[in-house]
């Protein structure tokens, strides 16, 4: 190799110049810039493919921020067409007639002649007395009676002879009629001797044992002997409750429900109300009659009464559409605009899953099933599905003792809250007697068993 391919290292000489040289210096000046043009447009496309991932992204977030704020309601409306609901009361079963049978006379048992559970006509005898002091004050009286009689009988032909004076024979004739009396008294309580039933009925206790010490009377010591109870026709007693007595009637029938037969009641009728209200528990007595030839009632049994209860309501609503707060009761009402506006409310006669409303709602009110506590004014929500109102029977909290209605607080079921984190809406509460649902495309399932509307209810042309 030469000495100036040595020092050029073969490497073009760009210092040379030339027509050779000059060719192979533009040659390379085309490359570098095409290259350099190539990345620039890779860098270019790259920035361009990331801001349009990332403004996607962008839209994708804000698309899925809005519908998780979107508060999805189910609505329901007011119910015109009255409640039938049931109204559960406890009770005791008592005979038609019940007495306790106490001695009228001391004196020991000497025989007893019915015991428990046998059946007795009235005037039956149940136990025989034995009354040593009664029987001596008889035979004292029969003797101061005699001696009367006979001064009454002697005097009364004296005084036809004129040998006594009138005053002597009114005197006498005094004597022997208190003696008179005075026998006829301890007769009539040696009689009491003889302990007799006093209607037709059956023996449903025996306290005495022959020989026992009686008392006369059932106050202090003394104990009654029977107890003898009418049992072909029983009845009972129940307490209804102040806003719900208007609604009971005479006649009207009743279940009686038995704990050891809880699915085969027995019929009754409502036979006699109070008429007033008792101030001191604020409750009415009802007298339930309930016939019992086949003897399948004891008396002295725990039951339940099952009243039928015929409102006249005009307006009812889901206890779980109703919200407390300082401004009293109130309805989140969606209107046309899907716009929330609290309503303040009246309440009226609380029927255990429902509550008639007086005043402040419109029948063609759309209001929200379990709205959230946080629900203001003027919020836009999705309406998810519409509940149809239903008239059925309603089941009430049971009121045990007449005062306590159902066992619901008045604002219903627990409110579930239908926010962002809940995206299938709020929960649909068990309302008016619904079973499970149908579940519809998207997987949720309408509580009344219908298929969910896609679709709000029509707004209100008024």
């Known amino acids: 190799m030469t000495e100036k391919t040595h020092a050029n290292q073969g490497l073009p000489e760009f210092h040379l110049h030339g027509p050779d040289h000059d060719m192979s210096r533009r040659s390379v000046v085309r490359r570098a810039r095409f290259v350099s043009l190539v990345v620039i447009a890779i860098l270019a496309i790259g920035f361009v493919l990331v801001l349009m991932e990332r403004h996607g992204d962008a839209k994708a977030l804000d698309a899925r921020v809005t519908e998780e704020t979107k508060l999805h309601v189910t609505v329901v409306r007011p119910n015109t067409r009255g409640v039938n609901s049931k109204l559960t009361l406890p009770s ?4 038609q007639n019940e007495a306790q049978v106490y001695a009228r006379t001391p004196g020991y048992v000497k025989q007893w002649t019915k015991d428990i559970g046998q059946p007795v006509k009235a005037g039956e005898v149940l136990a025989i007395l034995d009354t040593p002091e ?91 002997l ?32 038995r704990k050891e037969a809880p699915g085969k009641p027995l019929p009754g009728k409502v036979l006699r109300t109070a008429g007033a209200i008792d101030t001191s528990s604020r409750t009415l007595q009802v007298e339930i009659e309930v016939p019992n030839q086949d003897h399948g009632l004891m008396p002295g049994a725990y039951v339940e009464v099952a009243m039928s209860i ?34 303040t409310v009246t309440l009226g006669t609380d029927f255990g899953l429902r509550v008639e409303i007086k005043n402040g709602l419109r029948p063609t009110d759309n209001l929200i099933i379990n709205p959230p506590d946080s629900l203001t004014s003027g919020r836009v929500v999705t309406i998810q ?14 009121d045990k003792g007449g005062n306590d209605k159902g066992g619901n607080d008045k604002g219903g079921a627990d409110k579930g809250t239908a926010n962002g984190d809940d995206k299938s809406g709020a929960p649909g509460a068990n309302q008016d007697g619904a079973g499970k649902g149908t579940p519809d495309a998207a997987g949720k399932t309408a509580p009344n068993g219908a298929a969910k509307t896609a679709t709000p209810p029509p707004a209100d042309a008024s």
């Open 92 to 95: 005791t079963v008592m005979g």
């Open 226 to 257: 029977f107890s003898v109870a009418q049992v072909n026709k029983l009845h009972m007693y129940v307490f209804v409750p102040q806003d719900q007595a208007a609604l009971v009637q005479v006649g009207d029938d009743v279940s009686i429900i």
């Open 310 to 343: 015929k409102s006249d309501a005009r307006m009812t609503v889901p206890n779980n559409t109703l919200l407390f707060s300082g401004a009293g009761a109130q309805v989140a009402v969606v209107g046309a605009d899907n716009k929330v506006a609290l309503q």
């Open 385 to 398: 599905k519409t509940e149809t109102a239903k008239a059925g029977p309603e089941k009430g909290g049971n």
């Open 134 to 224: 009664i029987n001596q004050q008889v035979a004292e009286a029969t003797a101061n009676f005699n001696l009367a009689k006979t001064a009454f009988d002697r005097w009364s032909e004296m005084r036809r002879d004129d040998a006594v004076s009138q005053q002597e024979l009114d005197e006498k004739t005094g004597a022997y009629r208190q003696t008179q009396a005075a026998l006829q008294r301890l007769r009539d309580q040696q009689a009491f001797g003889r302990v007799l039933a006093p209607f037709d009925g059956i023996v449903t206790k025996r306290n005495v044992n022959i020989g026992d010490l009686v008392n006369a009377g059932n106050s202090g010591g003394p104990q009654a």
